[in-house]
Nanobody
Framework: VELVESGGGLVQAGGSLRLSCAAS????????MNWYRQAPGKQRDLVAS???????RYADSVKGRFTISRDNAKNTTYLQMNSLQPEDTAVYYC????????????????????????WGQGTQVTVSS
């Protein structure tokens, strides 16, 4: 399974960006898709998550400004970021949580007996004041 992020960049305070995370691989199901961010010298924090049932959750710091969504047909998760502030500057990582893989052989296909977590490579978001 590979997660590829895109959409980061440099934006002025008050501006917007939309991050994308495209998932590829033999996936049976995903429990949740998450966006994390890590600023220099700080820990990696959860920004937003979206369960397989479509329930979004947000960190308090981004509520009302960020929106997480998912296009199941494209296996892509988005993070729309509006009203960006300098404190939003960080590397943003896409995470697939609780992934069951699909194993196929001549007799058919079955989900993996255990689940896995995957991370993207990260995309830099820089907000200038």
């Amino acid at each position: 399974v590979e997660l590829v992020e895109s959409g980061g960049g440099l934006v002025q305070a008050g501006g917007s960006l939309r991050l994308s995370c495209a998932a590829s691989g033999t996936i049976f199901s995903i429990n949740a898709m998450n966006w994390y961010r890590q600023a220099p010298g700080k820990q990696r924090d959860l920004v937003a998550s979206l369960t397989s049932g479509g329930v979004p959750r947000y960190a308090d710091s981004v509520k009302g400004r960020f929106t997480i969504s998912r296009d199941n047909a494209k296996n892509t998760t988005y993070l729309q970021m509006n009203s960006l502030q300098p404190e939003d500057t960080a590397v943003y990582y896409c995470n697939a949580d609780g992934v069951f893989l699909l194993y196929c052989a001549g007799w058919g296909c079955t989900p993996s007996p255990t689940h896995y977590d995957y991370w993207g490579q990260g995309t830099q978001v820089t907000v200038s004041s």
